[in-house]
DNA sequence: CGGGGTTCCTGGCCGC
DNA sequence: TGCGGCCAGGAACCCC
């Protein structure tokens, strides 16, 4: 499931693929999700950004001079299972969400088995349409991002520690599998509401730790992550807390537990992440 | 406005 | 072999 290192593997391939492409025609599943895929439609791709999970494809308006700033973002996010990938010929495929044609005869594929990827395209910089990302936390890589403000952010809650990582509030771009293993790698049970200045600042360098860790190592694939030119990711052989259920602890040997925890499952160290 | 519950989706897996 | 049931889960959405 595509994290903030997936995303930006993806950014990465993606960005000199299709960057100064004009964009010709679309097609788009009838869902809300995906169907303003067909608004790129005339525009010039300018560049592919990311904030958090959230690709942001700069647009260039047909008339507009290129070098200047995007008037628009094609904002793609990859939900669960989406991939994207830019191809010379058309494939059947049956998950096919959306698709771009470019003028120079490639298309760009939105590709999502399980739907829970979501397609818009807005005004530069008006992200009002989508809520988490309208309130997207700080990049993790954000030089400005230093312990007592993380700790200051973790605190603007009472939610469990864990609830409130995914909420995108005090950081952008940490799903369930790094959360789980920043928690894991920084003691924190992730159940507790308050966490104190000396381990959010250290939880904040496990979560650069994690993110940058799985970036050299091109994402985590677990099932349905792929790059642009369909490779897997190789992180999932480094994962010392999520999915070890049951399996002992890389520190200790305790076996770890999996519980729910508001609503996602969560694996721990009933001991090294003890309350 | 924050927080909690619900919903969207379908392949893979398990048990019979 | 076939099939019903269950699970995974990010973020929008609704409601209090």
Redesign the pocket.
């Known amino acids: ?3 903030l290192p997936e995303v930006e593997t993806v950014r990465r391939q993606l960005e000199p693929l299709v960057s100064n492409a004009k964009i010709i025609d679309a097609r788009a599943h009838r ?3 995906f169907a303003p895929a067909l608004e790129a439609i005339g525009s010039t791709v300018a560049n592919v950004h990311r904030r ?3 690709l942001l494809v700069g647009l260039l308006d047909p008339g507009q001079a290129p070098g200047g700033p995007p008037s628009r973002e094609l904002i793609v ?1 990859l ?3 989406g991939a994207l990938h830019v191809d010379d010929t058309s494939p059947s495929d ?2 096919e969400r959306a698709s771009w044609d470019l003028a120079d005869g490639r298309t760009l594929w939105f590709r999502d ?4 990827g ?1 397609i ?1 395209v807005v005004s530069a910089g008006d992200h009002q ?7 997207l936390g700080p990049e993790p890589f954000d030089p400005a991002l230093d312990g007592p403000r993380f700790h200051r952010a973790l605190a ?5 520690v864990k ?2 990582l ?4 005090p950081i952008a ?1 940490v ?3 790094y ?2 293993e920043a928690l894991w790698r920084a003691g924190i049970n992730p159940g507790i509401r308050r966490v104190g200045p000396t381990r959010a600042e250290a939880l904040l360098g496990h979560i650069r730790d994690v993110l940058a860790e799985a970036l050299d190592h091109g994402g985590t694939t ?3 992550y792929r790059t642009p030119d369909r490779s897997t990711g190789q992180n999932q052989f480094r994962l010392d807390c ?2 070890r259920s049951g399996r002992p602890c890389r520190r200790c040997a305790t076996p770890l537990i ?1 519980r ?1 925890l ?5 694996t721990s160290c009933p001991n090294c992440q003890a309350r």
């Open positions: 499931m595509p994290e869902s809300p999700k958090g999970k959230y996010h939900g669960m299972t049956p998950y088995i399980r739907r829970f979501r818009a349409a989508l809520p988490t990302l309208h309130h603007a809650s009472r939610s469990r609830t409130h995914l909420s995108q509030r771009g799903g369930n599998i959360a789980d677990l099932r349905d999520y999915g999996s729910e508001d609503q996602r499952t969560t």
